[in-house]
């Protein structure tokens, strides 16, 4: 079946643009993570959502970072006044419940110039 | 805090030669372990997990792992490597609300 699929694969913004950045899930997967890679700080969780429960923002670097899950479906992580900080690839992962093993899609790259 | 430990950053090994890739880990509890395996590229696949019960764990292309309480590691092994498992390789443990805390991760070099 279908994998979980990311859009777009690159992105090229300008410092202080914002960015959206769209995950699909799995079908019938209710866990739904972002994980942010970067050479200087390797894998890094960014937010988990489970179901309808209130998201786990914990990972989140700073206010400029949001997501939102609509439907208990598709994300979209987004960031505001991109910093070349922010310079990453960003993974999701779904899983079909806490607990599950998570598959990765293959992640955006997000380059601030 | 929960937290895994990558030795090796690098590993070169010869194509037919046995593998194995060292893991730490720091959890308070029962962990849930993980390794996964990244292409140039590429997303991150799930090569094998552990979870309960028996602590050798098969997975997919040939490879296994041992994860052994004592020693809080969870070492990734291959009796006989090929070319194509050159890579970079993520030990991970499952935090609360199985939030993913990864290692640093290994980059497997093979020569021939």
């Known amino acids: 079946g279908a994998g979980v699929s990311q859009s777009p694969s690159n992105k090229v913004t300008e410092k202080g643009k914002d960015v959206e950045l769209r995950c699909d899930p799995i079908s019938g997967h209710t866990a739904l993570y972002w994980y942010r890679q970067s050479l200087g700080q390797g894998l890094e969780f960014l937010i988990y959502f489970q179901g309808n429960s209130a998201p786990d923002k914990s990972g989140l670097p700073s206010d400029r970072f949001s997501a939102e899950r609509t439907g208990g479906s598709v994300s979209t992580l987004t960031i505001q006044r991109t910093q070349q900080e922010d310079s990453a690839v960003y993974l999701c992962?779904?899983?079909?419940?806490?607990?599950?093993?998570?598959?990765f899609g293959p992640g955006t790259r997000l380059t601030v110039l | 805090a929960q937290s895994v430990t990558q030795p090796d950053i690098h590993i070169t090994v010869s194509e037919g030669a046995s593998l194995e890739l060292r893991c730490n880990y720091s959890?308070?509890?029962?962990?849930?372990l993980f390794w996964y395996v990244q292409s140039p590229g590429q997303g991150l696949q799930l090569l094998l997990k552990?979870?309960?019960?028996?602590?050798l764990v098969q997975g997919i292309k040939g490879f296994e792992a041992e994860f052994k309480r004592s020693q809080s590691s969870f070492n990734l092994r291959k009796p006989s490597v090929h070319w194509s498992d050159a890579a970079e390789y993520f030990c991970?443990?499952?935090?609360?609300?199985?939030?993913?805390?990864f290692g640093a991760g290994t980059i497997l070099r093979v020569k021939s």
């Open positions: 992962a779904s899983s079909p419940q806490t607990g599950d093993t998570q598959y």
């Open positions: 991970a443990v499952g935090a609360v609300g199985n939030k993913l805390v």
């Open positions: 959890y308070g509890a029962t962990p849930y």
């Open positions: 552990y979870f309960s019960g028996d602590t």
